[in-house]
């Protein structure tokens, strides 16, 4: 995720003092919503004041920030965040968070909570969160912080260097990514960007070869199209790829969709959307606590709660009930 240069709402210099002991902060992305986060945020910022009279907002300069900026926030008291944006910012928000945690797991951690404001919001959605507006800020302040589970996924870079990334939503390696890296590039983002995207990769992209195993188990060896590892239901703005995921079942959701042909690939993307495509007999689907797959060395396209990333040979694991947020 990139972010716009550092501006700020209401306490300048956030990420360079010791902020106040008061117990929300709301981080702003100026980039969600094709860059109008911050004016749709002013408008809501009256409303959430009354709500939250002790709220600090900080609009921020670089994902890197992240960490400085909340652990300062969590030495000083801080009790809650909030962030404004769309799943790529629920995405560098959480990574932010689990490397906090980890650098010192006896901290408390903020509970986590998010007003959403950006293209897909799918998590949001899938939580049944009003996007952007007055019902999402009486939506906070009826919200009790929940433990749950949040998704690791380990990976090779091209160079042979190892990666490691969390995700909050859905994880997933093939077509999906390949539609990722089509919806960030787009200079305009439209509601209908990510069914265009979709449509286009469906039409052009090369199924892989992958060996995927469930909790050690062989589970599929062959040509796919998709796998996902999903830790909540709903991604690529409005698809449901995993209908029965749970966010605090310890579990992931594998769905996977094998090549079966750009016909019964369309059809299966239409039942998708209903959440029916489970049935369809191009796809697999299980649950597990760990998924690894192997990709012979291949670099493949995939998707991190909507950011773009490659990689190859695939392990998925579940930290349950690592970080609490915020929900009804």
Request: aromatic share 8%; proline share 5%.
């Amino acid at each position: 995720m990139c972010f716009a240069p550092y501006r700020t709402s209401k306490i300048a210099g956030f990420s360079n003092q010791k902020v106040l002991t008061m117990s929300t902060l709301v981080v702003v992305n100026p980039n969600a919503s094709a860059g109008r986060a911050v004016k749709l945020w002013r408008s809501f910022e009256p409303a959430m004041a009354a709500a939250f009279p002790d709220m600090q907002v900080a609009v921020t300069q670089s994902a890197r920030d992240l960490p400085g900026l909340i652990g300062s926030a969590a030495d000083s008291g801080i009790e809650r965040v909030i962030a404004v944006g769309g799943d790529g910012t629920n995405y560098a928000m959480i990574n932010a968070l689990v490397q906090l945690h980890d650098q010192n797991p006896a901290r408390r951690m903020p509970d986590y909570g998010m007003f959403p404001i950006g293209t897909g919001c799918d998590f949001a959605a899938a939580r049944g969160i009003p996007k952007g507006s007055l019902e999402t800020v009486e939506w906070l302040i009826a919200a009790k912080p929940t433990p749950v589970d949040i998704g690791v996924v380990q990976f090779t870079h091209q160079g042979g260097a190892t990666g490691r990334r969390c995700y909050l939503n859905i994880a997933s390696g093939g077509a999906s990514g390949d539609v990722s890296r089509r919806v960030n590039t787009a200079l305009i983002k439209r509601p209908w960007t990510y069914l265009a995207a979709t449509l286009a990769t469906i039409l052009t992209y090369k199924p892989s070869f992958v060996d995927v195993k469930l909790d050690g188990k062989d589970f599929f060896r062959g040509t796919a199209i998709l796998v996902t590892c999903a830790n909540s239901t709903t991604f690529g703005h409005g698809m449901i790829a995993a209908p029965n995921a749970k966010i605090d079942d310890g579990l992931l959701d594998v769905v996977i969709l094998r090549d079966a042909g750009r016909i019964s690939t369309l059809k299966a993307l239409k039942q998708v959307y209903a959440g029916t495509h489970l049935s369809h007999p191009a796809v697999l689907s299980s649950r597990a606590r760990e998924v690894r797959i192997e990709t012979g060395g291949q670099v493949i396209d995939g998707d991190l709660d909507g950011e773009h990333f490659q990689g190859s040979d695939w392990l998925f694991t579940l930290r349950p009930g690592l970080l609490r947020i915020l929900t009804c």
